[in-house]
């Protein structure tokens, strides 16, 4: 079935740039992500995507290991 709806541009361009970055098309992450809405996910499809994510998205720590008192010590 085919749906049509209006967004943003703005919006539009985050959803696209963030399919290219998971490798998938915005037809995809759209349906992927009305199916989580849906209930049609389950949670271990949902880990493994977490998983996936946390593996190939590098962080912003720099490879400094930092306590969580650290960590937020100059926003207090």
């Known amino acids: ?5 209006s967004v943003e541009e703005e919006l539009l361009e985050r959803a696209r740039a963030l399919a290219r970055r998971r490798g998938v098309s915005l037809q995809e992450l759209i349906r992927d992500q009305l199916r989580l809405l849906a209930g049609e996910r389950t949670g271990a499809e949902v880990a493994d995507e977490l998983l996936e994510l946390m593996q190939t998205s590098g962080g912003r720590s720099g490879g400094l290991r930092l306590s969580r008192q650290e960590a937020y010590e100059d926003r207090v």
Not at 1 to 5: D, E, K, S
Request: net charge neutral; glycine share 0%; hydrophobic share 60%.
């Open 1 to 5: 079935m085919n749906l049509t709806i």
